[in-house]
């Protein structure tokens, strides 16, 4: 089986932590299907390990010279941005699974 066309057994799934990606119906505790991924599209969203904060975030991506933005989808937050060599792209988001 696949799922949105992709093999299954490369998939991998986190828990969304946080409020930054309720507009875009992603809320605190679902579980978002990632595909691995070293380089996304422009407005893609994407898992990105920021090394100098040795953390994780779930944004849209942009980049923007010799930084990126790290959009929110949640009117209340400001991007993040950050030099491209900090950021690192993990996955782009298959699917969400919603927590109830």
């Given amino acids: 089986d696949v799922i949105n066309g992709r093999d299954p057994e490369s998939l991998f799934a986190l ?5 930054s990606m309720i507009d875009a119906l ?27 904060e040795n953390e994780v975030t779930l944004k849209k991506f ?3 010279g010799a930084r990126v ?15 491209a060599s900090n950021a690192e792209v993990q996955g782009r988001v298959v699917t969400a699974i919603r927590s109830l």
């Fill in 15 to 19: 828990r969304v932590k946080g409020t």
């Fill in 26 to 52: 992603i809320n605190d505790g679902d579980i978002v299907v990632m595909e691995p991924a070293r380089e996304v599209n422009d407005g893609e969203m994407a898992a990105v390990y920021l090394k100098a």
């Fill in 62 to 64: 942009y980049r923007e």
């Fill in 69 to 83: 933005r790290l959009q929110p989808m949640n009117q209340t937050m400001d991007p993040i941005y950050t030099a």
